[in-house]
């Protein structure tokens, strides 16, 4: 029921920042734990970061630790995420996900996925 859509990708030099916005339709993410993974080209898909369904408690992937934050905005059904200090290894399709699932501590899977936006770092 719920669509996802993203925005914000594009390219930048390492060291840039950007902003990755996601807008939910069709139902309230509201009551869910939301959040981002992405996937490069040879690569298996990666958990980026997770919040919780208030906000109060987020998740993320080690690599980013430090330099991206999550955050959402439940009256206007939004995810987000902040990116700084990007490195080349950051590149990646980005997706948005709804009903995420955290097991031990890591970042594992979910139950609805936007289509994605490219995120592309130069050295």
């Known amino acids: 029921q719920v669509q996802l859509v993203e925005s914000g990708g594009g390219s930048v030099q390492a060291g840039g920042s950007l902003r990755l916005s996601c807008v939910a339709s069709g139902s309230t993410i509201s009551n869910v734990y939301v959040g981002w993974f992405r996937q490069a080209p040879g690569k298996e898909r990666e958990g980026v970061a997770i919040i919780s369904t208030n906000g109060g408690t987020t998740y993320y992937a080690d690599s980013v630790k430090g330099r991206f934050t999550v955050s959402r905005d439940n009256a206007k059904n939004t995810l987000y995420l902040q990116m700084n200090s990007l490195k080349p290894e950051d590149s990646a399709k980005y997706y948005c996900?709804?009903?995420?699932?955290?097991?031990?501590?890591?970042?594992?899977?979910?139950?609805?996925w936007g289509q994605g936006t490219q995120v592309t770092v130069s050295s």
């Open positions: 996900a709804a009903r995420c699932f955290v097991q031990n501590g890591a970042i594992w899977s979910a139950s609805y």
